[in-house]
T-cell receptor, first 114, second 116 residues
Framework: KQEVTQIPAALSVPEGENLVLNCSFT??????LQWFRQDPGKGLTSLLL?????REQTSGRLNASLDKSSGRSTLYIAASQPGDSATYLC?????????????FGKGTKLSVIP | DGGITQSPKYLFRKEGQNVTLSCEQN?????MYWYRQDPGQGLRLIYY???????QKGDIAEGYSVSREKKESFPLTVTSAQKNPTAFYLC???????????????FGSGTRLTVV
């Protein structure tokens, strides 16, 4: 059964700092990996989606990488801002019938201090 | 604007009651999902539906029921058989039945259910 782990569980950084969030998964037979953002009491917003054949995706100050063979992904946030404060969730989907199910990590709660 | 609407935002249930959470989408998405989120935990899949009048159990379906009578609607009933229903419930949808299209998820804003 697929398991997704996110490290660290919480992170506090001063504004302007670059930071990296980590995600690992146990079964490398994934279809894709996604990073989501969740604000307190809210739903999820998709940030980046990396197909299994890709190595990275970029959107603005965000860059996500995928090393499928080692079961790892990182989310890099450049020049962090207080508005980046949220919980970041990593999720993977399997292939075939399993692709209907996203397996989520527990998230990393990020606080960016002004 | 297209999106997913979940209602109510907050719901209180007495012990032994059944309650129904609403989820409506106007994105013309074929697939819809219900997830449960507990504090400090990842989301866990309760049920999903690929097409109208069809749905499948996820990892934690016990104590829950769903229906999919219309493409745009996927209500979730939390029954009295669910022993620990207090949680945050999220509905999601994704377009198409082709594998690559399932990846593009849209989430609702959630319903927080509390047992009183």
């Amino acid at each position: 059964k697929q398991e997704v782990t996110q490290i660290p569980a919480a992170l506090s950084v001063p504004e302007g700092e670059n930071l990296v969030l980590n995600c690992s998964f146990t079964d490398s037979a994934i279809y894709n990996l996604q990073w989501f953002r969740q604000d307190p009491g809210k739903g999820l917003t998709s940030l980046l989606l990396i197909q299994s054949s890709q190595r990275e995706q970029t959107s603005g100050r965000l860059n996500a990488s995928l090393d499928k063979s080692s079961g790892r992904s990182t989310l890099y946030i450049a020049a962090s801002q207080p508005g980046d404060s949220a919980t970041y969730l990593c999720a993977v989907s399997g292939s075939g019938a399993g692709s209907y199910q996203l397996t989520f990590g527990k998230g990393t709660k990020l606080s960016v201090i002004p | 604007d297209g999106g997913i609407t979940q209602s109510p935002k907050y719901l209180f249930r007495k012990e032994g009651q059944n309650v129904t959470l609403s989820c409506e989408q106007n994105l013309n998405h074929d697939a819809m999902y219900w997830y449960r989120q507990d504090p400090g935990q990842g989301l866990r899949l309760i049920y999903y539906s690929q097409i109208v009048n069809d749905f499948q159990k996820g990892d934690i379906a016990e104590g829950y029921s769903v229906s999919r009578e219309k493409k745009e609607s996927f209500p979730l009933t939390v029954t009295s058989a669910q022993k620990n229903p207090t949680a945050f419930y999220l509905c999601a949808s994704s377009r198409g039945l082709v594998e690559r299209d399932r990846s593009f998820y849209t989430f609702g804003s959630g319903t927080r259910l509390t047992v009183v």
